[in-house]
């Protein structure tokens, strides 16, 4: 049952409607590392340490293997889920399951408030939209279904309350209704 609820607990986490940021700081290992591949960006201290290790004690890394793969790819997934190996946030950065490495927590706690202050500036139904859009069209092949799925997204989203709100408020000249609202951050 342990299993079901770990996959159960990274899919909300993907799907969350919110932007989500993970804050790696000191080692992630197994399912610490799906959590962070489960958020829409990571940012690790330069000292973070990174494993997939479930092979080294004999099992394998199912629950998190989707997360990973997305972020990866299949080849280098392949490569870190067979040799359990230990990376640094630099090579992290390079495998694409972090997106910014930082000198320290001081410097990756500024960084999470800086991306918080431009998220609040966004429509939240838009950010919503935002993060379907993109997992609708990950992996797709270019055709003409992929244009109708994008051009109907694009209908929903214009068509959207916060869309016709924000588009007054800017030939209006004035702050969308969402701007300056508290964020509270989760960390």
Same mark, same amino acid.
């Given at each position: ?22 804050? !790696? ?6 399912? #610490?590392? $799906? *959590? ?5 960006? /990571?940012?690790?201290?330069? &000292? ?16 998190? !293997? ?6 990866? #790819?299949? $080849? *280098? ?5 067979? /040799?359990?190996?230990?990376? &640094? ?99």
């Amino acid at each position: 049952m342990a299993p079901l609820l770990a996959a159960k607990q990274l899919q909300t986490l993907v799907t969350l409607p919110q932007f989500t940021i993970g804050l !790696a700081n000191g080692s992630a290992m197994g399912m #610490g590392l $799906g *959590l962070l591949c489960g958020c829409d960006m /990571t940012i690790a201290v330069k &000292s973070a340490r990174f494993s997939i290790s479930e092979v080294r004690i004999g099992t394998i890394p199912a629950v998190i !293997a989707p997360y990973i793969v997305a972020r990866t #790819g299949v $080849g *280098l997934a392949k490569r870190l889920f067979c /040799t359990g190996e230990t990376f &640094s946030a630099a090579d992290a950065m390079d495998h694409q399951i972090v997106s910014e490495v930082v000198e320290d927590i001081k410097a990756g706690h500024s960084l999470v408030k800086q991306i918080c202050e431009d998220v609040v500036k966004c429509s939240p139904h838009a950010v919503t939209a935002s993060k379907r859009l993109v997992d609708g069209v990950a992996g797709q092949q270019l055709t003409h279904n992929l244009m109708f799925y994008t051009c109907s997204a694009l209908f929903q989203s214009m068509n959207s309350p916060d869309a016709k709100d924000g588009i007054k408020a800017a030939l209006g000249g004035t702050p969308a209704p969402w701007e300056g609202k508290p964020l509270i951050p989760l960390y």
